[in-house]
């Protein structure tokens, strides 16, 4: 593990995770209880950390956000998701306050559906262009559906909806791209960029030995056993049941991806 993480230290993007969830830790993978409760995935149950089943969610915007659960308002709770078409609703946003992955409306058929991704180019609608419910990220500008970009954001409040992509850059007013180095110390968790279809995750750290202290890239053996799940978006964890031994580690190693991603910086 640490000896591939070291030499890709001296590249901008060292630690870049590609975001593909069946590289996301499992809850069996956590070795203690504070690990477990650091992923909102998962859950303690005395002895072993399990995966939450949806009753166990209870804020209605993490059960929507799970593709096989919804929310169901009436008795606010959240529950097992069958099939889009059972949701009730008669329009795209009550489709998606139930479940951002049927998070669309067939006015003809009268239910909720998901919807099937394409390049942002291809949408035609701005309710579809705007879904959201696969990890779809588009934007909706003069009536065209565009590919996300921060400098079409032109508002501070409008940037910081999005501020795991953008920052607000206060000196000129502009929304640019996230990086480490421009996020204040205070934000400093991880930044998420795109590339064609693929998104990225650089976990960053707060360097302390600078003065004043300022957010930079972090490679794995930056983060501590509370930024390690927080700052990679779960996809690594502390590999030891004690705190204060052990290291950051991903949980499913791409290393082709990682070498290959390094290669592609390097080159461009
Ligand atoms: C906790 O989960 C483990 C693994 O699924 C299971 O074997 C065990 O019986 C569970 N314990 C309790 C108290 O539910
Ligand atoms: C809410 O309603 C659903 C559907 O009727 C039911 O299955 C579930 O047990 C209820 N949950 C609570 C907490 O009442
Ligand atoms: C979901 O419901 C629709 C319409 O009722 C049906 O055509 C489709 O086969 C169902 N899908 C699944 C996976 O059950
Ligand atoms: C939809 O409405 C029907 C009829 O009122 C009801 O029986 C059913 O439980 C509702 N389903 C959901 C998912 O809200
Ligand atoms: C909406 O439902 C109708 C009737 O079931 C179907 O023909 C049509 O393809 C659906 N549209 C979409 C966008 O899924
Ligand atoms: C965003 O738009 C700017 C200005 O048009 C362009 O220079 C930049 O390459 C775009 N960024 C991405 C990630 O497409
Ligand atoms: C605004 O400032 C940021 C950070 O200094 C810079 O990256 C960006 O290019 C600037 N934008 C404009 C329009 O001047
Ligand atoms: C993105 O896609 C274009 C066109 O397919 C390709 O030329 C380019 O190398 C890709 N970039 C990355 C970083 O994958
Ligand atoms: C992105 O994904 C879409 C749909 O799967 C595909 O049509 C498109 O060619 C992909 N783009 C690139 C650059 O890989």
């Given amino acids: 593990m640490i000896q591939f993480i070291i030499p890709l230290t001296f590249l901008i993007y060292t630690t870049a995770i590609v975001v593909n969830q069946k590289n996301q830790c499992l809850c069996t993978d956590y070795k203690n209880q504070y690990e477990c409760a650091l992923n909102q995935q998962c859950i303690w149950n005395t002895t072993n950390c399990i995966k939450k089943s949806c009753g166990d969610f209870y804020y209605p915007l993490q059960c929507k956000n799970k593709k096989e659960c919804f929310y169901y308002a009436q008795n606010s709770s959240c529950l097992d998701l069958t099939n889009c078409s059972s ?43 705007l879904y959201s419910g696969q990890g779809q990220l588009c934007l909706w500008e003069n009536t065209q559906c565009q590919d996300f970009n921060c400098t079409l954001l032109d508002s501070q409040t409008q940037c910081q909806t999005y501020n795991l992509y953008c920052t607000w ?75 204060d031994s052990g290291s950051c580690e991903l949980c499913y190693a791409p290393l082709i991806q990682i070498i290959s991603l390094a290669i592609l910086i390097m080159i461009q």
């Fill in 169 to 243: 850059i206060l000196n000129n007013q502009t929304c640019v791209s996230a990086t480490c180095d421009n996020k204040p110390t205070s934000e400093c968790t991880l930044f998420l960029s795109r590339n064609n279809n693929s998104t990225y995750i650089q976990p960053c750290y707060v360097d302390y030995s600078e003065k004043p202290a300022k957010c930079r890239d972090a490679s794995l053996s930056d983060l501590s056993p509370f930024t390690c799940s927080l700052n990679t978006l779960n996809f690594a964890t502390w590999n030891n049941v004690e705190l």
């Fill in 87 to 129: 949701l009730n609703s008669t329009s795209t946003s009550q489709c998606e306050s139930q479940s951002s992955y049927c998070g669309m409306y067939n006015s003809t058929a009268k239910e909720c559906y998901s919807l099937t991704t394409n390049p942002c180019s291809q949408y035609t609608t701005q309710s579809e262009c």
